[in-house]
Every structure is written in structure tokens, then in C-alpha cells.
């Protein structure tokens, strides 16, 4: 076997084979089933700080990070212990409970721009809420969604979706109807003139744009300066809303998440907000936030419907609130500069052994992409699917036999925590060469 090709784990095969006789294709999330890499997914019996351990008892750095929610590392004790603390008082009521209101006005204090929170269990759910009160709202039935943006596995949003979407290259999803289909606007990311386009031709009939506020489905594909606010400006003048789905950058790329980099700034804010992953510290909490005026339209107060059996989980609000509370200026500080040495690392890494490349950079997120093009910098997901991404997974699994987890795809985002510590880094860095080699063999 040379250094390139997918190491043995036998305890890790043995469980796959048995997860496939069981569920489809193994696992419970496609991406999990490293499709587009090959090889067997490592199955994970536990984790700790930046570590995660596997089935035959390897330890690898972990730049998943259970895909955005651990920005405080695995298994952090104070979460670990507001957990248990709040499973030992009961797991779930199905009735109002305080620490759900302390959840959200934490939220609220974070992202001042936000006066209500309604607590979901998945980012899926809150984009989905979000699209239905803005319907609901403006009375009009089209959404606008940009390729490669991904936003939960929601029927009208799965057209030309990022995530696993884009991983196993599939135009959108079978089972969604044509008429579901037809009320979706796709359009190219950061394309002003597409939007000011749509406006144009259908302005009256779109209920809201909806937009991930820094794109991290596609790999990482941030916005052009002025975008956000131009999507905010024209929906505005169009009587529809702006949706900033902040599942995964909320809380992550700074205290406000993308909202507290940018729009506060700016003195903007979207009309609705989709918040997930960190705000549920790794336990199932994603939510919809905006100014009471529209959140008052859902159910009681309001006509839109919405509704959880698990929603606002006291244990899973206990995990959130726990994540939040430590989440302090250092934590935000300690993710910048990881995110910062690492993206370095593997830019200089690759360089040496002469792999074209970018590395796109929002916040502590950042992925790499292949090849002369999208060293120029990838602004949409044309641009995304064009690079060499035959690269990724020789260089993938060169990581994996270095003791590194690195998201199965390179669609995805790498994912730092503030518990990624020097000694962490450093196995990283060891680990680079051989990938980059890797990459430039491929
Ligand atoms: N929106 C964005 C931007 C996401 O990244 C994700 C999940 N990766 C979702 C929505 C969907 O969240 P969930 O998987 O919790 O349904």
C-alpha cells in the first residue's frame, strides 16, 4: 500500500458492514459514509478537547467538530456537567421550563438585532419555520436560494444544494414535487445583478431571499463586501424579507456569530435569523430569532404554525446554555488564531509540494480548494465544483493515517475549537506533508 491509500481499520469495517445490513448506506447523515473519498468511515466511541477516538482505538486531532457545535472541544466539563445535572432532574417535560428562556435571552443578548427566539431541535426545522412565516408574513409564495448554499434537507431548499448535496453531485432531491420545486429561485452567490434580475421579473411574488450569511456548504465561500446588506436593501424595496441562516456560523465566527461581523457593523440586520449547532453545545437546539413584530406571527400568538414535542429539551438547552456561557472572548480569540496558523500550515505545505490552491478564508472557518483557478479565489459554487477536487481525498486520507479528522469532502469547512491547543496543532502540521505530497500525486 503506498501512504495514499485508505488504512485498515478492522474494528471500524466490522461495525460498517453491520450499520449497512441495518441502516441505508450505514449511517443516519450521508456525508458520514465518505462517499466521495472512499475508504470506511472511522466510527467514533468517544472524544475528548480536539480529539476524537475510533472503533479500533486510534485517536485523530478532530476538524469536524461534530460539524460546527464543539467550539469549546469534546466533551467540555462544564457542559458535560450541566448535562447531567439536567438529565438527573428529568429529560423532558413537554411544558414550559426555565432554562429555555435563559437560552434564548442569551441569544438575544448576542444578537441585540433579534427580540424573540422560537427553539427548534434542527437547523432543518428552522430554516423551514423561517420560510413558512415569511409566507406567512408577506403572503407570497417564491423563495430565493443561491447554488451550493445548503439549508437543512427542507423540500424547497434541497434545489441545487451544498452539504451532501454537492458531495455526491446530485442537482437536488428526488421525492420533492415539481410545484415545490417551482417556487424556488435559484441563483448564482454573491450575484447582485441575478438578484436585482429576479426582483425584477417577480419581485411582487417572493416571500424572502434566504442565504447561509457566510457560505460554508460549498466549501467556505464568503461574501463579497456589501453583499449581505445589498440582499437585505433589495428584498426590503421588494416588500420580501432576508433570511441569514446562521446554523453554522452563529456563535462560531464571533460572539454574534456572522451577524456580529458584519451587519452590526454595518448597522444592518436581517428580518429572521436560523440558528443551530453551537447554541445546542452538541445536543439537538437550532431556533428562529427576529424582531417581535414577525415572530409574534407564529402559533399562539400568530396564524403560522409551528410546533416540537422535544422543542426547548431541558437537557439539550442545559448543553447550550453551558456552551454559551463559556464561550467567552478568549474562546473567539483562541478559534481566530488556530484558524489562522492552520490555514497557513496547509497553504504552506501545499505550496512546497506544488499543489495549486486556495484556501478560503470567513472567520475561524476555512477550506482549501484545488487547483489554478481557485488559487484566484472561488466566489460561488461554479467556481467550487470547478476545482480539482480529485485532489481532496488522497489528501484526505494521507490526514487520516497522520491522525487527523478532516471532513470527508471537500465541500465542507474545516472546523477548529478553542480546545484545539499547540500540542493539537502540532500533529496537524506533522501530518501535512505527506497529504500535500499526496495531493500532488493525484
Ligand atoms: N443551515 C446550514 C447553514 C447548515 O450548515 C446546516 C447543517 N449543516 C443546516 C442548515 C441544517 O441543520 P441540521 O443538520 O441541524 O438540520
Redesign the pocket.
Known amino acids: 500500500a503506498t501512504a495514499t491509500a485508505p488504512a485498515a481499520a478492522p474494528r471500524s469495517a466490522e461495525l460498517f458492514a453491520r450499520a449497512r445490513a441495518a441502516l441505508p448506506g450505514g449511517v443516519n447523515?450521508p456525508v458520514r459514509a465518505y462517499g466521495s473519498v472512499g475508504g470506511t468511515p472511522r466510527f467514533l466511541v468517544s472524544a475528548h478537547g480536539p480529539y476524537v477516538v475510533d472503533a479500533d482505538g486510534r485517536e485523530y486531532v478532530d476538524l469536524v467538530c461534530s460539524?460546527?457545535p464543539a467550539i469549546l472541544g469534546h466533551a467540555h466539563p462544564a457542559v458535560v456537567d450541566a448535562v447531567q445535572r439536567a438529565a438527573a432532574r428529568g429529560l423532558s417535560f413537554g411544558a414550559p421550563t426555565p432554562s429555555e428562556t435563559e437560552l434564548a435571552e442569551e441569544i438575544l443578548r448576542r444578537v441585540p438585532a433579534a427580540e424573540r427566539v422560537r427553539l427548534v431541535s434542527?437547523?432543518?426545522?428552522?430554516?423551514m419555520t423561517a420560510v413558512r412565516l415569511a409566507r406567512g408574513i408577506t403572503g407570497r409564495d417564491l423563495i430565493v436560494k443561491f447554488a451550493g448554499?445548503?439549508?437543512?434537507?427542507v423540500d424547497g431548499l434541497l434545489a441545487q444544494a451544498g452539504?451532501g448535496v454537492a458531495t455526491l453531485a446530485l442537482p437536488g432531491s428526488a421525492g420533492v414535487t415539481a410545484a415545490t420545486a417551482a417556487e424556488t429561485i435559484v441563483l448564482p452567490y454573491n450575484d447582485l445583478a441575478a438578484v436585482e434580475a429576479a426582483f425584477a421579473e417577480r419581485g411582487d411574488r417572493i416571500a424572502a431571499v434566504i442565504t447561509?450569511a457566510s457560505p460554508?456548504?460549498m466549501g467556505v465561500v464568503p461574501p463579497l463586501p456589501g453583499f449581505n446588506a445589498a440582499l437585505a436593501r433589495i428584498a426590503h424595496a421588494h416588500g420580501a424579507l432576508l433570511i441569514q441562516?446562521?446554523?453554522?456560523?452563529g456563535f462560531r465566527v464571533s460572539p454574534a456569530g456572522w451577524w456580529g461581523l458584519e451587519g452590526r457593523a454595518e448597522g444592518w440586520a436581517p428580518d429572521l435569523f436560523?440558528f443551530?449547532?453551537v447554541i445546542g453545545g452538541g445536543l439537538?437546539v437550532?431556533a428562529i430569532a427576529g424582531p417581535a413584530a414577525l415572530m409574534d406571527q407564529l402559533a399562539p400568538l400568530g396564524p403560522v404554525y409551528q410546533a416540537g414535542t422535544l422543542s426547548g429539551n431541558p437537557v439539550a438547552t442545559a448543553a447550550g446554555l453551558a456552551t454559551l456561557r463559556a464561550a467567552d472572548a478568549g474562546v473567539y480569540a483562541r478559534m481566530d488564531d488556530v484558524a489562522a496558523q492552520l490555514g497557513d500550515a496547509v497553504s504552506a505545505a501545499l505550496s512546497a509540494a506544488g499543489v495549486a490552491h486556495g484556501i478560503q478564508r470567513a472567520g475561524s472557518l476555512f477550506s482549501v480548494m484545488f487547483g489554478a483557478d481557485a488559487a484566484a479565489g472561488v466566489r460561488d459554487y461554479a467556481g467550487a465544483q470547478a476545482q480539482e477536487t480529485y485532489r481532496y481525498a488522497p489528501f484526505f486520507h494521507a490526514m487520516l493515517a497522520g491522525g487527523v479528522n478532516l471532513p470527508p469532502s471537500v465541500f465542507e469547512a474545516w472546523f477548529v475549537s478553542a480546545a484545539h491547543d499547540d500540542a493539537a496543532l502540532d500533529r496537524i502540521v506533522a501530518a501535512l506533508p505527506a497529504a500535500a505530497r499526496a495531493a500532488a500525486a493525484a
Open positions: 447523515s460539524w460546527g434542527t437547523g432543518t426545522e428552522a430554516t448554499c445548503y439549508h437543512g434537507h452539504s447561509e460554508a456548504n441562516d446562521e446554523v453554522l456560523t436560523a443551530g449547532k439537538p437550532a
